[in-house]
């Protein structure tokens, strides 16, 4: 069970990540470059990309697929009631000044993120014309300095009487401030994904500022009850398609290019008297990090709840059941969906690092957001819609399905087994003619390995102007 407005986000994950994953960052980490395989340096994605990056997770910093990203919001600056903004010791010099310089290979726009979360501070901040002069300034010192992109405000449970207006006027001011100083920097907020009572004005903030964060989880945690997970897609209370339809609803239908739709890299982890999903909760919640996850499914075994369409699973230790939440690459896929049938901005991430070495949510970003040719490249577009053979084939575990389309078009990729079996599917919008390809893992929509045998690949694609083609092709896995 989800509280009410007075508790829900009053420590929420970016607080209770930092208090409790800040306190172990090691400046002595020193980070260079990539480990990544760049595959291009084009940034051909459809959408934005936009990952918060902890300075807490600096030894994974070497883990970034930068191709893969629009925006990089260095996290964090933390702003006091006087407006005086402050830097996490050391990580300019062994950490983020190679992330910035990283960046400006793959045309990222790099963000600081700005930082409160005592709700009487923020009223200060934004109602004192001291303190809030002091921290325009302030961050428009730092911006210049480091030569960053922007700004991204990230003022959690503000008083009541802030939320709504004063908070919209005191976001325009600063975005036309530092517009006056650099019309090219970015001014964006983090907003929270439930709008309880209305007290925001959620249209009206997005047209205050560049764009809105809405970070799409704490539906669950350490508040909570009872057990669910941080960021349920469906749900018959709260959920993120309910964000979007019912607390978003004006900012979609007018403004849904400002909204970037922000995805956990991490979940929940609860202690209850039951293995059922909804049973009270009796114990310290804990927030594990994506990496984590494959280990605790691989032990325990991985289900999926239908009512949430998220992974989970759970076992009993000294009396108590265990329930864990962490999204995977197949429940991320349908919030990937959400936002892109949506016509958002982009898709968000909390937070870069927190997937360690995996390799497996980059290739989602890829199958969903990456062109390989840009709509200049006229010589290289296709000529036709079709699907080609899979390569490799046999293959073992994974294998590439290239596809090209002559115009935009909605397309559903579908894996079937050798008894007709609909076992994998995937959605993708393209906006522009060219070639395209979704990486399978060999794996069906329960994360499971799928046999040695015979597959089929279906393509259906529809086309904006109404026509509509299927394909197919056979493949092979061998083990």
Not at 212 to 235: E, H, K, N, V
Not at 383 to 404: C, D
């Amino acid at each position: 069970m989800i509280l009410s407005e007075c508790l829900f986000g009053q420590y929420g994950i970016h607080q209770i990540h930092k208090a409790e994953l800040g306190k172990d960052y090691n400046s002595s980490v020193v980070y260079t470059k990539s480990e990544r395989k760049v595959l291009n340096k084009s940034n051909n994605l459809t959408r934005s990309i936009f990952g918060f990056l902890p300075y807490w997770e600096n030894a994974n910093y070497k883990y970034i697929n930068y191709n893969l990203l629009t925006h990089i919001a260095l996290f964090d600056f933390a702003v006091d009631e006087n407006g005086d903004v402050s830097i996490p010791p050391n990580i300019f010099a062994n950490s983020w000044n190679n992330v910035i310089s990283n960046s400006r290979n793959f045309n990222i726009k790099v963000l600081m993120t700005v930082t409160n979360f005592d709700s009487i501070q923020i009223n200060s901040i934004i109602g004192n014309t001291t303190s809030k002069n002091n921290f325009f300034a302030e961050v428009n010192s730092i911006i210049s300095h480091y030569n960053l992109d922007g700004i991204i405000v990230d003022f959690e449970a503000p008083k009541f009487k802030d939320r709504g207006e004063p908070m919209n006027i005191f976001m325009n001011e600063l975005n036309t401030y530092l517009k006056n100083e650099n019309s090219l920097l970015e001014v964006a907020f983090a907003s929270p994904a439930v709008n309880w009572g209305g007290r925001w004005n959620l249209k009206g903030l997005a047209e205050s500022c560049d764009y809105l964060f809405l970070m799409g989880y704490d539906y669950y945690g350490s508040w909570s009850s009872s057990t669910g997970p941080t960021s349920p897609l469906i749900s018959s209370s709260q959920s993120l398609t309910r964000s979007l339809e019912l607390d978003y609803k004006d900012v979609v239908n007018n403004y849904p290019e400002k909204l970037i739709l922000g995805i956990p890299y991490y979940g929940l982890h609860f202690k209850a008297n039951s293995p059922n999903v909804g049973a009270p909760k009796i114990d310290k919640v804990i927030s594990p990090r994506y990496r984590e996850s494959s280990d605790v499914y691989l032990q325990y075994g991985k289900q999926w709840y239908v009512s949430f369409d998220v992974p989970y699973t759970y076992w009993q230790s000294d009396n108590l059941w265990n329930q864990y939440f962490v999204d995977d690459d197949s429940s991320i896929s349908l919030k990937y969906d959400l936002a892109i049938n949506r016509q958002l901005k982009g898709v968000g991430i909390w937070a870069l690092g927190y997937d360690g070495n995996k390799e497996e949510l980059w290739n989602l970003i890829a199958q969903k957001f990456e062109t390989t040719v840009s709509v200049n490249e006229n010589e290289n577009l296709p000529a036709k819609t079709e699907l080609l053979q899979n390569y490799p084939n046999p293959f073992n575990p994974s294998t590439k399905i290239q596809f090209s389309v002559d115009e935009p078009a909605n397309i559903t990729l579908q894996i079937f087994n050798a008894l007709g079996q609909l076992i994998k599917n995937f959605n993708i919008t393209i906006s522009s003619p060219g070639s395209r390809y979704v990486l399978w893992n060999g794996r069906d929509s329960f994360d499971i390995a799928v046999a040695s045998g015979v597959y089929y690949c279906r393509i259906i694609i529809g086309k904006k102007s109404g026509f509509t083609e299927m394909h197919a092709i056979k493949m092979m896995m061998v083990k």
